[in-house]
């Protein structure tokens, strides 16, 4: 396996800074808000009710039945209990159904650009993976027809996220519609749905491929705490999806890493049962950084932008930079020359497109102050200025 390309950049921008380089890192697919109060309140108030001990291995009872009942009120979808398993995170979720569901040689259906765990993931459980690309001109949002091509009664599973990291494309109920026509005549292929980030939605309104009849059953919903709550650090995902597959992902849980957090599970609870003003407050913040980053990013030339729906990220084209070379006469080869090129002479942390299947990209987070924001834009302007 490989080093996740998104943490293996983080790292290499911690240890410049520690080094005095003044580095500003738009590589992590982090909220730089800290978890709200009444959230972390709640964990105080599960410490002193005694929820210190061993949690059930899929979560407890009353943590998937608000669950349950958040997938219907706000997603329209019946998913009970039974079918809900709480984990060490969405990354640990999808981990489990893979290897519970892919013998070797298994394939995979990955829309590209694609987050760049879903790939290693599915290599780890010895699985064949296929991959379905967008392009940027479509704001990376994949051609039904092309995912109709791509699929075969042997495909085991196909996973895809809207809104989508690393692009921010946002699956539009329409669009949505023609993926379900295709998965109905599959009705073996399970259709993994990763809402990760369904809080984040700056145009429209955030929709599940769960509610067309024709493929429900077949559909896993990937979801958690971190992004819409800023609560990454309490590190808690969720699956909700056919019964089967609950009760074996929670076998493979119990064998890997038992339940998650107790004190983490006390205060998802809190969160899912609490208001969402803080939900919305943070939300408006990633539209307005949405919009100065696309401002300014659009001026730069050799890039190609286009306007993110949701999430907190940027996908920027840079083919017409591949092959320019830096001031010292290296040339850019790939876009893993480029980030390591604005690591280097502008003190900017990014990550590569080859790690989410879009080679001539780059991600930028602007999980970020307007400040960091301002400066890093002009930092990667000036940089970029100087290729020849």
């Given at each position: 396996?490989?080093?996740?390309?998104?943490?293996?950049?983080?790292?290499?921008?911690?240890?410049?800074?520690?080094?005095?380089?003044?580095?500003?890192?738009?590589?992590?697919?982090?909220?730089?808000?800290?978890?709200?109060?009444?959230?972390?309140?709640?964990?105080?108030?599960?410490?002193?009710?005694?929820?210190?001990?061993?949690?059930?291995?899929?979560?407890?009872?009353?943590?998937?039945?608000?669950?349950?009942?958040?997938?219907?009120?706000?997603?329209?979808?019946?998913?009970?209990?039974?079918?809900?398993?709480?984990?060490?995170?969405?990354?640990?979720t999808i981990a489990n159904i893979m290897l519970c569901l892919l013998d070797p040689g298994d394939k995979v259906v990955i829309l590209s650009p694609y987050w760049v765990s879903y790939y290693d993931i599915v290599q780890m459980a010895g699985g064949q993976q296929v991959i379905v690309e967008?392009?940027?001109?479509?704001?990376?949002?994949?051609?039904?027809?092309?995912?109709?091509?791509?699929?075969?009664?042997?495909?085991?599973?196909?996973?895809?996220?809207?809104?989508?990291?690393?692009?921010?494309?946002?699956?539009?109920?329409?669009?949505?519609?023609?993926?379900?026509?295709?998965?109905?005549?599959?009705?073996?292929?399970?259709?993994?749905?990763?809402?990760?980030?369904?809080?984040?939605?700056?145009?429209?309104?955030?929709?599940?491929?769960?509610?067309?009849?024709?493929?429900?059953?077949?559909?896993?919903?990937?979801?958690?705490?971190?992004?819409?709550?800023?609560?990454?650090?309490?590190?808690?995902?969720?699956?909700?999806?056919?019964?089967?597959?609950?009760?074996?992902?929670?076998?493979?849980?119990?064998?890997?890493?038992?339940?998650?957090?107790?004190?983490?599970?006390?205060?998802?609870?809190?969160?899912?049962?609490?208001?969402?003003?803080?939900?919305?407050?943070?939300?408006?913040?990633?539209?307005?950084?949405?919009?100065?980053?696309?401002?300014?990013?659009?001026?730069?030339?050799?890039?190609?932008?286009?306007?993110?729906?949701?999430?907190?990220?940027?996908?920027?084209?840079?083919?017409?930079?591949?092959?320019?070379?830096?001031?010292?006469?290296?040339?850019?080869?790939?876009?893993?020359?480029?980030?390591?090129?604005?690591?280097?002479?502008?003190?900017?942390?990014?990550?590569?497109?080859?790690?989410?299947?879009?080679?001539?990209?780059?991600?930028?987070?602007?999980?970020?102050?307007?400040?960091?924001?301002?400066?890093?834009?002009?930092?990667?302007?000036?940089?970029?200025r100087e290729l020849k």
């Amino acid at each position: 396996m490989k080093e996740s390309a998104t943490i293996g950049m983080s790292r290499m921008a911690r240890e410049l800074k520690a080094q005095g380089a003044p580095i500003i890192s738009l590589s992590l697919g982090e909220p730089d808000f800290d978890t709200p109060q009444f959230i972390m309140d709640g964990a105080r108030v599960g410490m002193e009710e005694g929820y210190t001990h061993y949690p059930p291995i899929p979560g407890y009872m009353d943590l998937r039945e608000a669950i349950s009942d958040k997938l219907s009120s706000e997603n329209g979808v019946s998913y009970g209990p039974e079918q809900i398993v709480v984990s060490t995170g969405a990354k640990q979720t999808i981990a489990n159904i893979m290897l519970c569901l892919l013998d070797p040689g298994d394939k995979v259906v990955i829309l590209s650009p694609y987050w760049v765990s879903y790939y290693d993931i599915v290599q780890m459980a010895g699985g064949q993976q296929v991959i379905v690309e967008g392009k940027l001109e479509d704001e990376y949002k994949v051609d039904p027809q092309k995912l109709d091509e791509a699929m075969s009664p042997d495909v085991k599973a196909v996973i895809f996220s809207s809104p989508s990291n690393p692009t921010g494309s946002l699956y539009t109920t329409d669009e949505l519609r023609e993926f379900s026509k295709v998965f109905a005549k599959y009705p073996d292929t399970l259709i993994l749905s990763d809402e990760i980030y369904e809080y984040i939605v700056f145009e429209g309104e955030h929709q599940s491929i769960s509610q067309f009849p024709e493929v429900r059953n077949n559909v896993v919903i990937i979801n958690g705490m971190s992004k819409g709550f800023a609560m990454t650090g309490w590190r808690i995902g969720y699956m909700a999806g056919p019964e089967w597959l609950a009760k074996a992902c929670t076998k493979m849980q119990g064998q890997l890493t038992s339940g998650a957090a107790s004190i983490s599970q006390r205060a998802s609870l809190t969160a899912l049962k609490g208001p969402r003003e803080e939900v919305s407050m943070m939300r408006e913040t990633f539209r307005k950084r949405r919009d100065l980053v696309y401002e300014g990013l659009s001026k730069i030339e050799g890039f190609d932008t286009y306007l993110p729906k949701g999430a907190f990220y940027m996908l920027p084209g840079i083919s017409k930079l591949i092959g320019r070379a830096t001031p010292e006469g290296e040339e850019i080869k790939d876009a893993t020359d480029f980030c390591m090129y604005l690591l280097k002479n502008a003190n900017v942390s990014t990550v590569t497109g080859l790690a989410f299947g879009a080679p001539d990209t780059f991600r930028i987070s602007f999980a970020a102050s307007n400040e960091e924001l301002n400066d890093a834009i002009q930092r990667i302007s000036a940089a970029v200025r100087e290729l020849k």
